[in-house]
């Protein structure tokens, strides 16, 4: 009986789908569309091993201008787990962004594996579950005072780009011109005497619909675009926000709107951690690609 061959290479398109769907069966809970959208933030940045010519490990390591990389989808088809195959795609991903700074949000059972690989915590992010809909009157109606939600259509993107360009390591751009338009989701700014001071996004998922980001100059803010944007899907969908622990007021608004607590990562960084402005960041964009 002939070995079986063990090769790594860079995905095709088509290819991110299958990753796609093993984060799915893993419990992720990925976006309908989100394949298209990491793709086009680096269409390098997806790894997949072929066992002869069977996809079975799969890795997503994004570039991002000449500093940064994000590292997910790690994983490795069930039926293959323990024989050494998902330490070689890792060790491939690890390669492709060799001489930047590394993060990645960790799933609690393979935090230990990532510090052996020089990663270090930066913090603990906490995914929240809540109900979609317009607030009710058990709930605390958000002061927007003399602020106005605008769809960001209505904005051009270089003043969405140079919004967004504080809350991340390095430029994201590309991503973040398709991640605003992507089918289906919900995409608002609030501007404050015509300048933007925060924005977020509700996108449809295989169970419910996620909010990331949600960034906001003020805590006032944030709250006033989580209404908005969770009462654009009704109230008996699921509703799920990621929020740095590090950030209380993102914390306490979820608990405030009813949410419990369903998931958690680490979020990780090989180098040091970035200088972002945490206490204006409410919620996480994506685990997958940061």
Request: hydrophobic content about 40%.
């Amino acid at each position: 009986m002939q070995p079986h061959n063990y090769s790594i290479r860079t995905m095709v398109r088509s290819e991110v789908d299958i990753a796609i769907d093993w984060a799915a069966q893993e419990g992720w809970n990925p976006g309908l569309h989100d394949a298209d959208c990491y793709y086009a933030a680096d269409p390098n940045g997806f790894l997949v091993g072929l066992l002869d010519d069977t996809p079975i490990a799969a890795i997503s390591v994004i570039r991002y201008g000449e500093t940064f990389g994000f590292l997910g989808f790690y994983i490795v088809h069930p039926e293959y787990r323990g024989q050494g195959y998902g330490i070689q795609i890792w060790r491939a991903g690890l390669n492709y962004l060799a001489d930047r700074n590394i993060g990645l949000d960790g799933v609690v059972d393979q935090q230990d594996n990532y510090r052996r690989s020089g990663f270090t915590l930066a913090y603990r992010n906490i995914r929240f579950e809540g109900i979609g809909g317009a607030i009710s009157d058990a709930m605390p109606a958000a002061d927007i005072g003399t602020e106005a939600v605008v769809n960001l259509s209505r904005l051009p993107l270089d003043v969405l780009e140079a919004y967004d360009r504080p809350f991340f390591p390095d430029d994201r751009g590309r991503f973040i011109r398709g991640w605003v338009k992507q089918p289906d989701c919900h995409a608002l700014g609030i501007l404050d005497a015509g300048v933007l001071v925060g924005y977020g996004v509700i996108r449809p998922c295989r169970s419910g619909y996620k909010i990331g980001p949600l960034f906001a100059d003020t805590p006032q803010l944030a709250e006033s675009l989580f209404v908005a944007l969770k009462s654009r899907v009704g109230p008996v969908e699921k509703v799920y926000l990621d929020t740095p622990e590090v950030n209380p007021a993102a914390v306490a608004m979820a608990q405030r709107y009813g949410m419990s607590i369903s998931f958690e990562t680490a979020r990780m960084y090989t180098g040091d951690a970035p200088d972002l402005p945490l206490e204006r960041i409410f919620g996480v964009t994506s685990f997958e690609v940061g």
